[in-house]
């Protein structure tokens, strides 16, 4: 490349010099070596090869380590970051697994929950039922204790009545006399 632009100025040299001897018609090769200063510019040409190639080498060999610098950086860069990848996997496999432990857990303590919920209520249940049974033949006791208590009354009033009715004074008194003896016997 830097060969390149030595020709280059190597040619516009030599068009302006054509151009300043005078010629008349356009650009011509002048092959007199003193009057182009050939030797000049051949002297030029080898020292800027000589020097410019160390210094090219040398810009070049830095541009390179630099370059290398960067890849090395860029490659270290890429085994941190496979390294984070694999520990953030590694953390998620393990949240993974206490999700799982923590979901299994859940409907563990679900499904005892079900149960214990089941039980009281089959508790709850049984235990109303033995009251509404309990209630039911208290109820019951009640209505035939009003219904015996009720049958007494209308027949000590039917008796009563019936012993207004039939009973006269002679036999009243017959009754009585009787119930004292009965009463004085047991004595």
Do not use: C, P
Not at 67 to 73: G, R, S
Request: charged residues 25%.
């Amino acid at each position: 490349m830097a060969i390149m632009g030595i020709f280059s100025l190597l040619a516009t040299a030599a068009a302006e010099a054509a151009a300043e001897g005078g010629s008349e018609g356009g650009v011509g090769l002048n092959f007199d070596i003193l009057e182009t200063n050939l030797i000049n510019l051949a002297i030029i040409i080898g020292v800027l090869f000589y020097f410019g190639r160390k210094i090219l080498g040398k810009t070049l060999s830095e541009r390179r380590s630099k370059i290398e610098e960067a890849i090395q950086d860029a490659e270290a860069r890429q085994k941190e970051a496979g390294a984070a990848l694999a520990q953030a996997q590694q953390k998620l496999a393990q949240a993974q697994v206490e999700a799982e432990k923590i979901r299994s857990l859940a409907e563990e303590n679900a499904k005892k929950a079900k149960a214990s919920i089941l039980e009281a209520s089959s508790n709850d249940v049984a235990r109303m039922k033995q009251a509404a049974v309990q209630d039911l033949n208290s109820e019951r006791e009640r209505a035939i204790n009003q219904l015996r208590q009720r049958v007494a009354a209308l027949a000590l009033e039917q008796a009563e009545s019936q012993l207004r009715d039939h009973l006269d004074d002679s036999a009243q008194q017959k009754l009585i006399d009787r119930s004292i003896v009965l009463l004085g016997g047991r004595s």
